[in-house]
């Protein structure tokens, strides 16, 4: 996902870091929920190692969406391949009442930079908010911001880890990562999970979980956590925005749902 966007963090002690931060299934496959008066709709599965995956949108009996998220089976996370993959994840029509326009699902086998945070064995989850075609067309290298863009759209905290002011660095065919310095894996706690923000020309184009495999698979039979997604000061699109992201291991028929969810209606500013 972000090989090159912590390199030059690589030589800076933790505490110079944290100055900075002044097919099987139909594409409309329905399934209601009587507890809420909802119904979830479902994307194409896509084989994944083992197992598949797939999309799905939670929508409310008034249209508005309740949460996002990808399904996993439990053997989707056996035998993946030794080098990274990446899977382009269809989505129901119904995604059209969030903010996304696809969704990209990213296994990296050794992790990546910086080393030792990131370098395990965890899948990005990219949900976009641009097309595949503008997703594409990013190219790499270093990327400037406005400091009003960082101050006002980004949240508090996240940085891209570039040495110099106002600049990230974007992975190509992706864009610039941005990660919140106070998480557990900054301060001595072995990375686990995350949520990430990324942006391209001085604009957020993706929400993002990162998550081991190892956290995946120690969770408990039923279980779900929830974390709260940092919010920023404004956003640039009108729209439900997720306050929380869960992760839970469903333990009949043996499924990890990652969701998106406790939405908010935003208005761009």
Known sequence: MIKTLF????????????????????????LPDDKN??????????????GTARTWVKISHDGEPLAVGISMT?????????????????????MSSTLYEMVMLDWNPQGHEPDPIYTHPHFDMHFYMISDMERMAIPGGPHPHTPAFM?????????????????????????????????????????????????YNNE??????????????????????????????????????????SVAYDAIPGEYIISLRNMKYRMAQ
Request: with cysteine.
């Open 7 to 30: 390199k030059s963090m690589r030589a800076l002690p933790l505490f110079l870091v944290l100055t900075l931060l002044s097919g099987c299934e139909e594409l409309e496959d329905l």
């Open 74 to 94: 439990e053997d989707a996370l056996e035998g993946l391949p030794e080098t990274m993959g990446m899977y382009m994840l269809e989505m129901p029509k119904q």
């Open 37 to 50: 008066d909802a119904a979830t709709y479902y994307g194409p599965t896509k084989d994944i190692g083992n």
């Open 151 to 199: 101050e006002n759209y980004i949240p508090a905290n996240y940085i891209t880890g570039f040495p110099e002011p106002n600049m990230g660095e974007a992975v190509p065919g992706m864009g610039v990562h941005w990660v919140d310095v106070t998480s557990p894996e900054f301060h001595g706690h072995d990375f686990t999970k995350t949520f990430v923000y990324g942006s």
């Open 204 to 245: 957020v184009i993706f929400h993002e979980p990162m998550i081991t495999t190892a956290y995946l698979k120690g969770l408990a039979p039923d279980a779900k956590e929830t974390a709260k997604v940092p919010q920023p000061l404004k956003v640039q699109k009108t729209g439900y925005y997720p306050t929380s992201y």
